[in-house]
């Protein structure tokens, strides 16, 4: 049987590797859950007080939470893509990977169970940000639960993408930070996920749809507001985005990785 | 069986690999040794698939390692020369996710982690987390970490370095015990008599390649003994063949009976204080090959 062949007996082998590379990973978050319990809290905090700041400038597309919840969460989301690099980077640094590479578990499996955990805390935050918006400032969810589901799953895959991109580029953790810190600031205030666009200057209407945060906000608030066209079409961009930037960073893992002089 | 045919691996201008062709039996340790930068690193990176060779073949139980890298995944264990671990996690969870990896089943898996802690020292410290273990300690989790699903092929590579004697025992004796059991196992490290205690083939590499391969005692069958004399005279007697180093006389010779009694002939054996005959061993078979393969190129 050629290594592409996914038989049955295969595939139950594959999920078994999976799950158990999520444990795996769970429990190393169970025991380090300081990033996780801080990227959960601060997007909450931070739609407390930007919520009226929105609601002073409303320009009646809608209620002031619809504007702030999608903001902070894609704010915070792009902060994330830090804890997912340095997720990646620590396994190079401790030299597990290349570890975890000499066993049968394909590239594609080692990162599904890396990187599965973290899409459930990137979902965790955004139910915990919908679900006090929801509770406190009375938010309703015109598109649905699942098209909000849609939209939210789509920019944590792309989130996800992005963090193992970068961390196939970054040698140390300084570096990673160094990084995620001013590309995240960079691509949420481009992406209008700190001030509205509306609010920006002209030319930067032009730019904000390269940045990964716009489309982020169109989709959830597309959700929010029930404007499933918007929702999906953003949607489909970050999918799109997630899968581009995923495989690239596959690539980079197939080829490169494990060596850090070969890089 | 795991077979390297001509493998060739290049850095740039350096040659990590050029023409290394190794095999390794069932049921047989080989001691793979050679300088830093010889090819043996690089070897068993080619061996588990994690770097590609530009030219040559390896197999394992007769899968092409670059045909089919998962399957003949499944079939090696390997422990790495630097400590790979997860500091949060304990040593029963490193033991069961790379158990789990290679496939193991929940009964099994129980079963052979409670058999390879026993082998590696382990069981004591199965609950506690890597950052609490000391290097020697760690050492034991990585190489039961690639003991514990019973692989036909193993890859250790120096797995002692730091390690204290009864790591080092207990690994040895663990190593001996599988490949009684029928694993080819592939050994590097630097402290030769390990070799002697795993009862080893011996495999030199020598700048990619590997220059000689046979049993350690038919590998120094063809080098001379160094015979060491002693005298109480306040100097050692000045001597035709021989050389005058501290306090004694000394002769390389493939015949110290012969040598000694013609220079007890010479000197007379009133004034002798000591004899030492110290046959050759790896380290001296070693250098004499690096020399030779470094003169020829």
Same mark, same amino acid.
């Given at each position: 049987m050629s290594d592409k062949t996914l038989a049955a007996p295969e595939?139950?082998?594959?999920?078994?590797?999976?799950?158990?590379?999520?444990?795996?990973?769970?429990?190393?978050?169970?025991?380090?859950?300081?990033?996780?319990?801080?990227?959960?809290?601060?997007?909450?905090?931070?739609?407390?007080?930007?919520?009226?700041? $929105?609601?002073?400038?409303?320009?009646?597309?809608?209620?002031?939470?619809?504007?702030?919840?999608?903001?902070?969460?894609?704010?915070?989301?792009?902060f994330a893509i830090s804890t997912v690099g340095a997720a990646l980077l620590t396994e190079r640094t401790w030299r597990t990977w290349s570890w975890l590479r000499t066993t049968p578990a394909s590239t594609w499996e080692l990162l599904a169970g890396k990187t599965l955990p973290l899409l459930g805390v990137l979902l965790l935050q955004q139910a915990l940000v919908v679900g006090f918006?929801?509770?406190?400032?009375?938010?309703?969810?015109?598109?649905?639960?699942?098209?909000?589901?849609?939209?939210?799953?789509?920019?944590?895959?792309?989130?996800?993408?992005? /963090?193992?991109?970068?961390?196939?580029?970054?040698?140390?953790?300084?570096?990673?930070?160094?990084?995620?810190?001013?590309?995240?600031?960079?691509?949420?205030?481009?992406?209008?996920?700190?001030?509205?666009?509306?609010?920006?200057?002209?030319?930067?209407?032009?730019?904000?749809?390269?940045?990964?945060?716009?489309?982020?906000?169109?989709?959830?608030?597309?959700?929010?507001?029930?404007?499933? /066209?918007?929702?999906?079409?953003?949607?489909?961009?970050?999918?799109?985005?997630?899968?581009?930037?995923?495989?690239?960073?596959?690539?980079?893992?197939?080829? $490169?990785?494990?060596?850090?002089?070969?890089? | 069986m795991l077979v390297g045919e001509q493998l060739e691996k290049r850095y740039g201008e350096v040659r990590a690999l050029d023409g290394f062709d190794l095999t390794v039996e069932p049921g047989e340790v080989v001691g793979l040794i050679g300088h830093n930068g010889a090819g043996k690193t690089t070897f068993l990176e080619v061996v588990s698939g994690l770097l590609r060779p530009d030219a040559g073949r390896v197999t394992v139980c007769g899968i092409d390692v670059r045909q089919q890298p998962r399957r003949v995944r499944?079939?090696?264990?390997?422990?790495?020369?630097?400590?790979? !671990?997860?500091?949060?996690?304990?040593?029963? &969870?490193?033991?069961?996710?790379?158990?789990?990896?290679?496939?193991?089943?929940?009964?099994?898996?129980?079963?052979?982690?409670?058999?390879?802690?026993?082998?590696?020292?382990?069981? &004591? !410290?199965?609950d506690r987390r890597v950052a609490e273990l000391s290097g020697g300690q760690r050492r034991r989790v990585q190489t039961a970490a690639a003991l514990v699903h019973r692989p036909p092929v193993l890859l250790l590579d120096e797995p002692t370095v730091g390690a204290d004697p009864a790591t080092r025992d207990a690994l040895l004796a663990a190593v001996r015990a599988r490949a009684t059991e029928g694993a080819a196992v592939c050994y590097t490290t630097h402290y030769l008599p390990e070799l002697e205690r795993l009862r080893a083939n011996i495999a030199?590499?020598?700048?990619?390649?590997?220059?000689?391969?046979?049993?350690?005692?038919?590998? !120094?069958?063809?080098?001379?003994? &160094?015979?060491?004399?002693?005298?109480? !005279?306040? &100097?050692p007697p000045s001597t035709a063949g021989w050389e005058s180093v501290d306090d004694e006389l000394r002769r390389t010779t493939f015949h110290p009976g012969r040598d000694l009694a013609a220079l007890i002939g010479a000197i007379g054996a009133d004034e002798l204080a000591s004899v030492v005959v110290r046959p050759p061993t790896l380290e001296d078979l070693y250098h004499r090959l690096a020399v030779e393969v470094s003169d020829v190129r």
């Open positions: 595939f139950r082998a594959t999920a078994r590797r999976v799950v158990g590379l999520v444990q795996h990973d769970f429990l190393q978050l169970r025991r380090d859950p300081g990033p996780v319990i801080s990227r959960l809290l601060m997007p909450v905090v931070l739609m407390v007080v930007f919520e009226p700041l $929105y609601r002073a400038t409303a320009r009646g597309s809608g209620p002031a939470i619809v504007e702030a919840a999608p903001r902070v969460l894609v704010m915070f989301s792009m918006a929801r509770l406190v400032f009375g938010l309703e969810l015109a598109g649905g639960v699942a098209l909000l589901a849609v939209a939210g799953v789509s920019w944590a895959l792309c989130i996800l993408a992005c /963090g193992a991109l970068v961390a196939t580029f970054a040698r140390t953790n300084n570096q990673l930070s160094s990084v995620t810190d001013v590309s995240g600031l960079l691509l949420s205030s481009l992406g209008g996920a700190v001030v509205p666009i509306a609010l920006m200057p002209g030319w930067l209407h032009a730019v904000a749809p390269i940045s990964p945060a716009h489309w982020g906000v169109r989709a959830l608030q597309g959700a929010l507001l029930g404007q499933t /066209g918007q929702a999906l079409t953003a949607a489909a961009v970050l999918t799109g985005l997630a899968v581009v930037v995923g495989a690239v960073a596959c690539w980079r893992i197939n080829r $490169y990785w494990g060596r850090p002089e070969l890089l | 499944a079939l090696i264990g390997v422990a790495p020369q630097e400590l790979a !671990l997860y500091p949060r996690i304990t040593v029963r &969870e490193h033991l069961v996710l790379f158990g789990r990896l290679a496939g193991l089943g929940p009964g099994r898996l129980r079963r052979e982690v409670d058999t390879v802690s026993q082998e590696m020292l382990l069981t &004591e !410290l199965l030199i590499a020598v700048k990619g390649r590997i220059v000689a391969r046979d049993t350690g005692q038919r590998l !120094l069958a063809g080098l001379p003994s &160094e015979l060491r004399v002693r005298f109480t !005279l306040p &100097e």
